[in-house]
């Protein structure tokens, strides 16, 4: 049944389908564990059938057929999320659109994305990194993964809606954190938008959201109609490469306000709707993958003291030569916590892979792949098999050193081609500013370090992570 149902392998080769009755799903509950893709790739060849959730899946594992989806988007294959994340995100939301008008919405968002506009958000991003390592400190024992969710929900609250906008405040934060809990638990379910549901929840939450986000729009264009021309001015400048952010970051523009400015060739910009599914999406996909990434990275670091002494007292030199506050020449001499940041990615990746579906008829590692045929991309065998690691002694031990003087090769954490991560230069720095505030004066000890992980559908620590900050001198 199974051969006759993978029409088409031309080159007469029938792709193995060593699992005929299991599905990944089942196996990640059953086993507690995401499979060893390198191992099942090693067994089964680089293009194996499988199911996800029910549907019929082809896994992929080899830098070379990473490489060829992915820079094959839109031609070969395009992006191909589930229907629950579809509706979740809305008929905007940047990951299920295809053709010219995601490329038009991508490319009028990638304005919220310069290294000019991060240029202005990193004051905004280091105080709420200071605040929160001031609080954990004076809390003592605190759950490390709903703290550091805390801390990348707050940056993307506040450098994409702004504060003062039905947010940031008091009594909004928290209902916010909470509807937007509640939607992302829709967003990972059965798509049965029955009452009591997961699903039927998250929708709501979904309505509650884009209420919020057109109001902070309603409220943002009277604002900037009321400051006028030399708000205007402002941000052109800011757009164009202007001059040097303010100390505090205040007179800054927040991500909407330049996603509002931002217009194509035609002069035209994203509608309200557009506007609103496009803040939604960055909100979604630019916070548990920072978070859980940061909480990887403790556990790395906990298990290697040697690379937080390193860590330290690369600080401590950042610090004598720029001072304290992170600028993006302060970053750029944080080698070593980038090597750190680049190694966990690399060891555990918090993505397991990408999902496309064929467009038309295509060649893949000696096999044709029928269009329509559903893949799913592995991201833990292209990173731990990179060759340049091969001839090392132990490849997947965590070595942020590798990284010193090396950039290139298989490291696709963010993944690649036309669909590159929106968000990953700002990921980068959240997190390297993070390290910073934690590093340069406090410990971070985590009390169960062998913790387990869950690892479907995102990656995360089983117990939350106990952890305690305490400053430095106090620990010594
Ligand atoms: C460590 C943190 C992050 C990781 C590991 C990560 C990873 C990824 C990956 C692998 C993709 C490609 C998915 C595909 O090809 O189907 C992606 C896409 C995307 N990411 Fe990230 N991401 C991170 C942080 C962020 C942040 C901070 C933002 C925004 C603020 C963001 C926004 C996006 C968007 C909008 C897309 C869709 C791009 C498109 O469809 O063209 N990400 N990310």
């Given at each position: 049944?199974?051969?006759?149902?993978?029409?088409?392998?031309?080159?007469?080769?029938?792709?193995?389908?060593?699992?005929?009755?299991?599905?990944?799903?089942?196996?990640?509950?059953?086993?507690?564990?995401?499979?060893?893709?390198?191992?099942?790739?090693?067994?089964?060849?680089?293009?194996?059938?499988?199911?996800?959730?029910?549907?019929?899946?082809?896994?992929?594992?080899?830098?070379?057929?990473?490489?060829?989806?992915?820079?094959?988007?839109?031609?070969?294959?395009?992006?191909?999320?589930?229907?629950?994340?579809?509706?979740?995100?809305?008929?905007?939301?940047?990951?299920?659109?295809?053709?010219?008008?995601?490329?038009?919405?991508?490319?009028?968002?990638?304005?919220?994305?310069?290294?000019?506009?991060?240029?202005?958000?990193?004051?905004?991003?280091?105080?709420?990194?200071?605040e929160g390592?001031?609080r954990?400190?004076?809390?003592?024992?605190?759950?490390?993964?709903p703290e550091?969710k805390w801390y990348?929900f707050r940056?993307a609250v506040e450098?994409?809606l702004?504060v003062?906008?039905g947010w940031t405040g008091p009594q909004d934060f928290p209902a916010v954190s909470a509807t937007f809990a509640t939607w992302?638990?829709?967003?990972?379910?059965?798509?049965?938008?029955?009452?009591?549901?997961?699903?039927?929840?998250?929708?709501?939450a979904?309505?509650e959201l884009?209420?919020r986000?057109?109001?902070?729009?309603?409220?943002?264009?009277?604002?900037?109609?009321?400051?006028?021309?030399?708000?205007?001015?402002?941000?052109?400048?800011?757009?164009?490469?202007?001059?040097?952010?303010?100390?505090?970051?205040?007179?800054?523009?927040?991500?909407?306000?330049?996603?509002?400015?931002?217009?194509?060739?035609?002069?035209?910009?994203?509608?309200?709707?557009?506007?609103?599914?496009?803040?939604?999406?960055?909100?979604?996909?630019?916070h548990?993958?920072?978070?859980?990434?940061?909480?990887?990275?403790?556990?790395?670091?906990?298990?290697?003291?040697?690379?937080?002494?390193?860590?330290?007292?690369?600080?401590?030199?950042?610090?004598?030569?720029?001072?304290?506050?992170?600028?993006?020449?302060?970053?750029?001499?944080?080698?070593?916590?980038?090597?750190?940041?680049?190694?966990?990615?690399?060891?555990?990746?918090?993505?397991?892979?990408?999902?496309?579906?064929?467009?038309?008829?295509?060649?893949?590692?000696?096999?044709?792949?029928?269009?329509?045929?559903?893949?799913?991309?592995?991201?833990?065998?292209?990173?731990?098999?990179?060759?340049?690691?091969?001839?090392?002694?132990?490849?997947?031990?965590?070595?942020?050193?590798?990284?010193?003087?090396?950039?290139?090769?298989?490291?696709?954490?963010?993944?690649?081609?036309?669909?590159?991560?929106?968000?990953?230069?700002?990921?980068?720095?959240?997190?390297?500013?993070?390290?910073?505030?934690?590093?340069?004066?406090?410990?971070?000890?985590?009390?169960?370090?062998?913790?387990?992980?869950?690892?479907?559908?995102?990656?995360?620590?089983?117990?939350?992570?106990?952890?305690?900050?305490?400053?430095?001198?106090?620990?010594?």
């Amino acid at each position: 049944v199974f051969v006759a149902t993978q029409r088409g392998t031309g080159s007469g080769a029938a792709i193995p389908n060593p699992k005929p009755f299991s599905d990944l799903v089942f196996e990640v509950t059953l086993t507690g564990g995401f499979p060893n893709m390198v191992k099942l790739h090693a067994a089964h060849g680089p293009v194996f059938w499988w199911r996800l959730l029910g549907r019929r899946m082809l896994m992929v594992g080899s830098y070379e057929a990473a490489k060829q989806l992915l820079m094959g988007e839109g031609t070969l294959v395009r992006a191909d999320y589930p229907p629950s994340v579809k509706q979740m995100l809305g008929p905007w939301g940047m990951v299920n659109i295809h053709g010219k008008s995601y490329t038009r919405i991508k490319r009028l968002a990638q304005a919220g994305f310069t290294p000019k506009a991060i240029r202005g958000y990193l004051p905004r991003i280091q105080a709420i990194a200071e605040e929160g390592v001031q609080r954990w400190a004076a809390e003592g024992d605190i759950l490390a993964y709903p703290e550091m969710k805390w801390y990348t929900f707050r940056v993307a609250v506040e450098l994409f809606l702004g504060v003062g906008t039905g947010w940031t405040g008091p009594q909004d934060f928290p209902a916010v954190s909470a509807t937007f809990a509640t939607w992302l638990e829709g967003l990972f379910s059965f798509p049965v938008a029955i009452p009591g549901t997961a699903f039927a929840r998250g929708l709501k939450a979904r309505d509650e959201l884009m209420r919020r986000i057109h109001a902070s729009l309603e409220l943002l264009e009277q604002r900037r109609a009321a400051k006028g021309s030399s708000d205007d001015a402002a941000r052109g400048d800011a757009a164009a490469g202007g001059p040097a952010p303010a100390s505090n970051g205040a007179e800054q523009p927040i991500l909407m306000e330049l996603l509002m400015a931002s217009r194509d060739e035609r002069g035209e910009g994203l509608t309200r709707d557009q506007l609103a599914d496009t803040v939604l999406t960055l909100l979604f996909a630019g916070h548990d993958t920072s978070s859980t990434t940061l909480v990887r990275i403790f556990q790395h670091l906990h298990a290697h003291p040697e690379a937080v002494t390193r860590l330290r007292q690369e600080q401590a030199e950042v610090v004598v030569k720029h001072g304290t506050a992170i600028t993006e020449a302060a970053l750029a001499d944080m080698q070593y916590a980038d090597g750190a940041l680049r190694e966990a990615m690399r060891v555990t990746p918090i993505i397991a892979g990408f999902p496309r579906i064929a467009l038309k008829d295509f060649e893949l590692c000696g096999y044709t792949i029928p269009a329509g045929t559903r893949l799913q991309c592995s991201l833990q065998h292209t990173l731990h098999t990179d060759s340049r690691w091969q001839a090392e002694d132990d490849p997947l031990a965590f070595k942020p050193e590798r990284w010193l003087g090396q950039r290139d090769g298989a490291w696709i954490p963010f993944g690649g081609g036309p669909r590159l991560c929106l968000g990953w230069l700002m990921a980068m720095v959240e997190m390297k500013v993070l390290l910073a505030a934690i590093f340069r004066g406090h410990v971070l000890t985590l009390q169960e370090p062998n913790e387990p992980w869950m690892l479907f559908p995102l990656a995360r620590p089983k117990h939350g992570m106990p952890a305690r900050i305490t400053e430095a001198e106090a620990a010594a």
